[in-house]
Structures are given as structure tokens and as C-alpha cells.
């Protein structure tokens, strides 16, 4: 499939899905498909997608996680614009959740996606690989978005704000990155290791988990660098949420490090080093469904 069929694909299937998990019968179901259906990027299924095709594994499982990432991703930023956290009002370019509906009502439609997230893949996925392999992908999710993983890194975001940084430029940069690992890493991992997880060979599995360890990694880092520089280069239109206010808030981030070109540098110099390592993995036929994600986000900084 093309980059386009591959998000049509998902497209269709995430509202099947999400038909089928929440019907809109009620506020809570209403206040989920409001968020969860607002056009974004799916850039985390997408991965899942994409690595499953790089990996020849099982498209059914693969799609199937992504629909379970885009659920974890959508609770985390329905709670990450409520007044007690980013306070944002707007999110994908619509109103967020608790400027539509009510703040009581945003938290518990989080709430619901969190818990339906991994209820979703052991219902789902046992149909298409082995218990064994669901309960695996299962606890990935379930720790990837844990206190351990994405909501430590949200925490420490929240510590940084409320604190003045150390004298020490080094010690704030690696506060940075751990930051990063964890808030946008973890579950850019999960997407990762989901498409390599879709194949059946167990042996396969270890022999290129690594790989997949270290690039998801690479890209997560990267993802927040262009982040970081399109929340002080870019306007609401292209955003769809309010620019400038990690500056306004006093965030670490990689441009107050090393200036808006400074981090252009830096993003460039990992995307180089993402397309080199799926060329030292692949031939260049098969790694063109992984390769459109690092060009879109080479275009963003271009």
C-alpha cells in the first residue's frame, strides 16, 4: 500500500472500531468520538503500519495496536489541555474536549479511552495471534503509558515548570531528554515495536528488536525537537492548538537550548541518522512506507 492508502486504511477501520466500542449513546461516548475522530495525524498507528510492512508481519494485528495507541494518545491529550495541566482551549483545530463539553466530563472521556485501550487489544487481538503475543502487546501499551513511562515524563514536564532550572546548561539538557524519553518516547516505542511484534516469528522478534529499540528512540527525540520548533515558528492554522506557550510557560525545550536554528540542526542530524540505519537494515524497496514518515517531518523544519 502507499502512504495514503495505509491512512485510509486506518482511517476506515479506526471508525469502524470506534462505532462499534463507543456509540454515541451517551455524553462520555460523545465527548471520546469528538476527540478521538478529529483529523490528526495518526502518526503513531501510522508507525505501527509502517514498521508491520517493513517486517512483512500480520496487518490485522498491527492495526489493531494502532487504534490501541491512538486511544492512549488521545486520553493523554484530552488531559493534557485541562486547566490543572496545559491549559489549552484548543486541540487538532477544534475546541478541546473540556471547552466543548465540561471539564468533569473531559477527564472521565480520558478515563475511558485509558481503560478501553488495553481491554481493546485482548479482546481484539486474540483473534489474529496467539494469547500469549496479546497479553505481550498488552502489557507493552499498559507500560509504556504507565507511572513508569509517559505519565512519569508528564510529571517531571509539570516539576520543570514550577521550578527554576540549575545552573548547570548540561544537567538541564539531560533533565530534557529523559523528559522526552518518556512523555514522547515511551509510546512512540510501543508503535514501533508493535509493527515488529506483528510478525509470528518469535525468533525474528529478537533478532530485530534492537534495531527497532534504537530507532524509535531516535525518532521520539526527533519528533519533540520539530515539536519544540514548530510551537515557537509556527502559527494556530498549522498547529491546530495554541503556539508559543511552552515559551510563555518557561518549558525546557531544545530551542531555548540551542536557538530555533540551533535545533534545526539537531532534528536534521538524527533524520540523517534515521534514513542511514533503515538503509544499513533494508534495501530501499521496502523501507519506503518508514521513509515518508522522516520525510513529512523533514518537511516541517525545511
Known amino acids: 500500500?502507499?502512504?495514503?492508502?495505509?491512512?485510509?486504511?486506518?482511517?476506515?477501520?479506526?471508525?469502524?472500531?470506534?462505532?462499534?466500542?463507543?456509540?454515541a449513546l451517551n455524553e462520555i461516548n460523545h465527548a471520546v468520538r469528538y476527540s478521538l475522530l478529529a483529523p490528526g495525524k495518526r502518526i503513531r498507528p501510522f508507525l505501527t503500519l509502517a514498521l508491520c510492512d517493513f517486517f512483512q508481519g500480520n496487518l490485522e494485528v498491527a492495526l489493531r495496536c494502532g487504534v490501541a495507541i491512538e486511544m492512549i494518545h488521545c486520553y493523554s491529550l484530552i488531559h493534557d489541555d485541562l486547566p490543572a495541566m496545559d491549559?489549552?482551549?484548543?486541540?487538532?483545530?477544534?475546541?478541546?474536549?473540556?471547552?466543548?463539553?465540561?471539564?468533569?466530563?473531559?477527564?472521565?472521556?480520558?478515563?475511558?479511552?485509558?481503560?478501553?485501550?488495553p481491554l481493546f487489544l485482548l479482546k481484539e487481538l486474540p483473534h489474529h495471534c496467539s494469547p500469549e503475543r496479546a497479553i505481550e502487546l498488552t502489557q507493552l501499551l499498559l507500560s509504556s503509558s504507565s507511572?513508569?513511562?509517559?505519565?512519569?515524563?508528564?510529571?517531571?514536564?509539570?516539576?520543570?515548570?514550577?521550578?527554576?532550572?540549575?545552573?548547570?546548561?548540561?544537567?538541564?539538557?539531560?533533565?530534557?531528554?529523559?523528559?522526552h524519553a518518556l512523555k514522547t518516547g515511551e509510546l512512540f516505542t510501543f508503535s514501533c515495536l508493535a509493527g515488529l511484534y506483528s510478525s509470528p516469528d518469535d525468533s525474528f522478534i529478537n533478532l530485530k528488536k534492537e534495531f527497532v529499540l534504537q530507532f524509535s528512540k531516535r525518532l521520539g527525540l526527533c519528533f519533540q525537537?520539530?515539536?519544540?520548533?514548530?510551537?515557537?515558528?509556527?502559527?494556530?492554522?498549522?498547529?491546530?492548538?495554541t503556539p508559543g506557550k511552552?515559551?510563555?510557560?518557561g518549558?525546557?525545550?531544545?530551542?531555548?537550548f540551542f536557538g530555533l536554528e540551533g535545533a534545526k540542526k539537531e532534528a536534521h542530524a538524527l533524520l540523517n541518522q534515521l534514513e542511514e540505519s533503515l538503509q544499513a537494515e533494508s534495501s530501499v524497496n521496502k523501507t519506503a512506507l518508514i521513509k515518508t514518515v522522516i520525510s513529512d517531518l523533514r518537511k516541517k523544519i525545511a
Open 1 to 23: 500500500m502507499t502512504s495514503q492508502e495505509t491512512r485510509d486504511t486506518f482511517e476506515r477501520f479506526l471508525h469502524q472500531k470506534i462505532d462499534e466500542y463507543f456509540p
Open 87 to 117: 491549559n489549552d482551549d484548543f486541540r487538532r483545530g477544534q475546541p478541546s474536549c473540556h471547552k466543548k463539553f465540561s471539564e468533569s466530563t473531559a477527564i472521565l472521556a480520558g478515563d475511558a479511552l485509558l481503560t478501553m485501550a
Open 147 to 179: 507511572h513508569e513511562g509517559m505519565i512519569q515524563g508528564q510529571m517531571m514536564d509539570i516539576e520543570q515548570e514550577a521550578k527554576e532550572h540549575s545552573n548547570s546548561a548540561s544537567q538541564d539538557l539531560e533533565t530534557l531528554k529523559k523528559i
Open 225 to 241: 525537537i520539530i515539536d519544540d520548533i514548530l510551537d515557537e515558528s509556527s502559527a494556530f492554522e498549522d498547529l491546530g492548538k
Open 246 to 249: 511552552d515559551k510563555d510557560s
Open 251 to 256: 518549558k525546557l525545550t531544545y530551542v531555548k
